[in-house]
C-alpha cells in the first residue's frame, strides 16, 4: 500500500556516492529501484530459494554498498559480484 523515494547525500569526508530509490515500508534503500549520481540504475526481483545460508550478506546490501560506490557498469558489476552472500 506504500512505498517511499529516499535519497541520502554524503557529507563531507563521506565515502559514498548519493543514492536514491524507492523504499518498501520494512526494507532498505537498495532492495527495490535505487540509482546513484552517476547514472547507474539497479532492481531486483525476488526468487527464493528452497535453501538458504545461516549466515552471509543479504542482497539489499550488497546492492545499496555497489551502488555507493560504482561510478561505471564495471566497477558495479565488480562491486556486486561478492562471495559470502547469504543466498549464495
Do not use: C, H
Request: aromatic share 14%; hydrophobic share 40%.
Amino acid at each position: 500500500e506504500f512505498v517511499y523515494l529516499i535519497s541520502y547525500e554524503p557529507t563531507t569526508g563521506a565515502d559514498f556516492r548519493p543514492v536514491a530509490g524507492l523504499v518498501y515500508p520494512g526494507t532498505i534503500l537498495g532492495f527495490a529501484n535505487t540509482w546513484n549520481d552517476k547514472g547507474l540504475y539497479f532492481t531486483e526481483n525476488s526468487l527464493f530459494p528452497k535453501e538458504s545460508r545461516g549466515y552471509g550478506l543479504g542482497m539489499m546490501f550488497v546492492q545499496r554498498r555497489a551502488l555507493d560506490r560504482a561510478g561505471t557498469l564495471d566497477e558495479l558489476r565488480d562491486e556486486v559480484v561478492v562471495g559470502k552472500q547469504a543466498l549464495g
